[in-house]
């Protein structure tokens, strides 16, 4: 039910919804709930669009690791020196995704991840482009649903 809701009871559009929905799947880790998922954007977004939200996932696996260990630590931030490539303004234009997108994309995974120097940037930078608070509630919402699909999934297969 909850599922329903989030990914189709939202004012997002259908590639913000399925681009966070993908890039959340793949960060709560699940083959089952990664494969479902993908599927389902692959049928509602451009190829183009299902590789960046898979890339949103792979660069936040790296920075939300980084930035939370750097943040928990207390120590000075240097510069990370990560390859993000990805986040350009061409490879996201190439792929028909709004930079917007993509930081909303991140924003959800760093929810998951737990990153709260990463939760910041990625609202900042939805903000910088234009959309709500709503919004982000919106993409929070989606990475919750999802990694409690994944959680449970996760469990179920356990437990056979």
Known sequence: MNL????????LTEARVWGAALACAIAARNATVIRVFAAEAAARLAPPAVEQAKAAASIMAMN??????THLLGGARRPARLRMRAITTPALAAAGVTKA?????????????????CL???????????????????????????????VTRDAVEALG
């Open 64 to 69: 939300n690791v980084h930035y939370r260990a």
């Open 120 to 150: 910041h940037n990625h609202d900042q930078g939805v903000r910088r482009a234009g959309l709500t608070a709503q919004d982000v509630h919106e993409a929070l919402r989606i990475a919750a649903v999802v990694h409690a699909a994944a």
């Open 101 to 117: 997108d993509f930081e909303l994309w991140c924003l959800a995974v760093s929810a998951i991840a737990g990153c709260e120097v």
């Open 4 to 11: 329903g809701r989030v990914l189709l009871d939202t004012p």
